[in-house]
């Protein structure tokens, strides 16, 4: 029977018949890409039969709570496992999470320490398995079966984290899953370390694991280990953490299987029911007591990593009753060959870390802390990119738009009249590390990244200065390692780790916290290299609060045609422990020094050869002439900024060599200087009519909407253009092209090219 012949009778088919159908469709099905209707939701499951019928058996508040505490308790104790027995160097950093789901796939209780962007976007490759692979004859989902996965299509944020996903039942039903996620690195991408920005197409990105079955009885499948291990540069790495995340579901399971054995599955069952309902009712009622109004905001990357350009985040947050709306039209369209861009998960496990890190820490990490805040999109944006658009890099465009965010939020935090919460200015939010990869001096292939990108100034708060580089914004119990053990293993020295950067300020009433430098130079390999992968080198990626001022512009530094290390045995006096100096002193004769956009290829490295980048600092609140002068003379004397410069910024007048200030003329200075303010102001009407311009400018490559009309996306010039809601291609041309061309077009001018003089 095929849909023909029932349409052709004139009535609706039969359940046998629809079913045939459905059988026969899913039997021809060509390819289970990642499915839309998975992807794009990131609300909770509606209620099963089963989950009914537990809370109507057990509902008791002091019941839910005591097993709630045990399941999360084995959370954090699958934590510690991961943590200290991975092997992946993001295991031993913290950039890990474990958790329990629901049998529908929700994630409801995870762990509290490590990576909690995943808490709202882990749960989709469960849903796939459940949808396609539950009742597949040929697949199944069975006691002692284990899933990974990795492909951010189906779920996570990029294609460095996998995870292990193990189903558990109780007297053959399923009851909820376990699963353990770890930010592995190493993939196989067409760079070392699994982030490639070289990335021209999903196919350059190495391991595109769908979730699929790896094993069987409690045990690793040998034949699927040995292909994943020879699918990338470090198969002790691949086996190594399987194992980990395996046993560390294996204890979560032993802890819920002592639930089950105490207080039954249907306990089991409505904790992790009620505890996901609960909290999303309580987000609604939390969103209902803030201000109804809309707030617009924006932040710039200044570059794909492989070119400088001005590429938009867009963001309108709208509060209306208990709906809270995060609206990103208007963002740059989707680069089709460049790796910046996100599937839409990915921004969504942002925006859940803005409220589970900084504005509702308090609530129990998982779902259904985001499930009922909205996000809208253009679709084949840089925010919610097609699935044939590379990835890889998603942090760039998911942590300008977790800051475009967290600005906007403040502002309302600021307009509640009972807070319960600080107004909190934007964290810095680049990963400035070093990825590396290459033969080690032992002989192993490697490829990973150095700790330092779990390290970003704080904002600054309503009433204190931001923490100095200490945790990232994605994981805020996260740690930043230890340099000297990773250098037992790879052969490369930071001769400068985790030393504050000199005037890398965000200036205020209250100023951001400050991120450190990194030189790293390799040593003991002639077949060794770096990458970079972060923005900020032309225009912050981050805006100030009320007043306060973003952080400036670091680029990448090289030294060459040097070898530091005979320079600290022969003449160390000539190393010297800062950017600043070693850029601007050039202490080593005969070197090249030159400066970088932050988005560096991997890049092959001498002996000796300095590598140098610096972090930026979180963003400053409030006017920084508000600033009292004792924490600028504090500042200057814990070496966070220079006294030319605090003089300069904050209008203070002190004795250079005693710091001591004088408060009177210090007074008179910043009186002064509101006066130049109020001088130099112009009405706002009068502004706009000089400032605002009908088109993006033409000097530069500008990428999304251009001021109110976010119909319109601008794509690299005022004459290309695209109607947000109908997608086209977004080329860029390759780099080393646009070099050649103006090579040839020089050699042209002094007709060098076998025709005229230009």
Known sequence: MNDMSIAGRGK???????????????????????????????????????????????ADSHIIAKIRDRIQAGCDEGYEMVEQMGAAPGAKWGDVITGVYSASGDLAIASAGGVLIFSALVHHPIKFIIKNWMNDPTVGVREGDGFIHNDSRY????????????????????????????????????????????????????????????????????DILTFLQNSVREPKLQYEDMKVKLFACLRIKQRIEETLNTDGP??????????????RAEVKRRISEWPDMTVRTYIIQDSTLRENCVVKINCKLTKTGDRLIFDFRGSAPEFTNRATNTIVAGLKGMLAQ??????????????????PIEVIT???????????????????????????????????????????????APTFNMINTFIWGGVSQHGETLGNLCA??????????????????????????????????????????QLVSKKMTRDAIAPGKYRGGQGYTMMV????????????????????????????????????????????????QNTPEKFKHSIEEIMNEQPFEGASYTTHHMGMGFEISKRGELFMISQGAGAGYGDLLERDPRGVIKDIEEGLISPEVAARLYKMVFDPETLAIDEAATEAARAAERKARIARSRPYCEFVKDWSKPTPPTHLQYFGAWGDDVQTLYMGSPQKTRDAETPRPNYMP?????????????????????????
């Open 12 to 58: 609706l088919p039969s359940a046998e018949e629809a079913a045939l159908v459905r059988k026969f469709l899913n039997d021809t099905t060509l390819f289970l890409g990642p499915d839309p209707e998975i992807m794009q939701n990131h609300d909770l499951m509606p209620r099963t039969a089963d989950e009914e019928e537990a809370v109507a058996k057990v």
């Open 155 to 222: 779920g996570n944020v990029h294609n460095t984290d996998q995870s292990m996903i193990v189903p558990i039942f109780h007297k053959g039903k399923l009851v909820c899953w376990v699963a353990s996620t770890v930010h592995e690195g190493e993939n196989g991408a067409i760079e070392p370390g699994g982030m490639p920005s070289m990335a021209e197409s999903p196919s350059d990105e190495g391991l595109k694991m769908s979730p699929f079955r790896v094993v069987e009885n409690y045990q690793i499948k040998r």
């Open 266 to 279: 249907e306990a089991l069952v409505s904790t992790l029911r009620l505890t996901m309902e609960n909290v």
């Open 354 to 371: 803005v409220f589970l890190c900084y504005v509702w820490p308090d609530l129990p990490r998982g779902q259904a802390a985001f499930a």
């Open 378 to 424: 253009d679709p084949h944006s840089i925010v919610n990119c097609s699935y044939d658009a590379p990835n890889s890099q998603s942090l760039m465009s998911i942590f300008t738009g977790f800051t475009a965010g967290q600005h906007a939020v403040a502002k309302f935090l600021y307009s509640c009249p009972e807070k319960f919460t600080k107004v909190h």
């Open 452 to 493: 330092d990108l779990n390290g970003m100034g704080a904002g600054a708060t309503v009433d204190r200065d931001g923490e100095h580089a200490l945790a990232p914004i994605f994981a805020t119990m996260a740690d930043i390692g230890e340099q000297e053990l990773n250098e037992e293993e790879v052969p490369f020295l």
């Open 521 to 568: 130079a390799t040593k003991d390999s002639e077949q060794w290299g770096f990458m970079t992968t972060c923005q900020g080198a032309k225009i912050p990626p981050l805006q100030g609060l009320f007043g306060g001022y973003a952080c400036g512009c670091y680029p990448l530094s090289k030294v060459k045609g040097v070898d530091v290390y005979d320079v600290l």
């Open 734 to 758: 390759h780099p080393k092209d646009v070099r050649i061309a103006e090579l040839e077009a020089r050699l042209a001018a002094v007709g060098a090219m076998g025709g005229e003089k230009q």
